[in-house]
C-alpha cells in the first residue's frame, strides 16, 4: 500500500471510529469533538460503560481484538486507538 493509500484508510478508520466512540456515548459527544481533541477519552466524558460498548462495536466492525490487559492505553487515546485498529487491519 502506498502512503498516500495508508493515509487515506487512517482518515477513514479515524472517521468512523469517532462515529462509533460518539455512538457508544449516546451521542454525548460528537464526532467532531473526538475529532478535533487533544485530550484522553476520558477526559472528554468517555464512561467505563462507553469503552466496553465501543470495544464490541470496534471488535465486531474491524474485526479486531482490543485486550483490556496490560492497561490497555489505546483505549483512554484516540490517536492510539485509531493506530491500534489501521495496525490489526492493515
Avoid at 477513514?12 to 459527544?29: F, K, N, V
Avoid at 464512561?47 to 490487559?69: K, M, N, P, Q
Wanted: with cysteine; proline share 2%.
Amino acid at each position: 500500500m502506498t502512503a498516500q493509500g495508508a493515509e487515506a484508510t487512517g482518515a477513514t478508520s479515524a472517521s468512523r471510529l469517532a462515529g462509533m466512540i460518539s455512538a457508544a456515548c449516546d451521542g454525548r459527544l460528537t464526532a467532531e469533538e473526538i475529532l478535533a481533541s487533544d485530550t484522553s477519552l476520558s477526559a472528554l466524558g468517555v464512561t467505563s460503560l462507553a469503552l466496553l460498548r465501543l470495544i464490541d462495536a470496534v471488535e465486531d466492525e474491524f474485526d479486531v481484538v482490543l485486550d483490556l490487559g496490560g492497561g490497555a492505553p489505546y483505549l483512554d487515546s484516540f490517536p492510539l486507538l485509531v493506530a491500534h485498529v489501521d495496525a490489526g487491519t492493515s
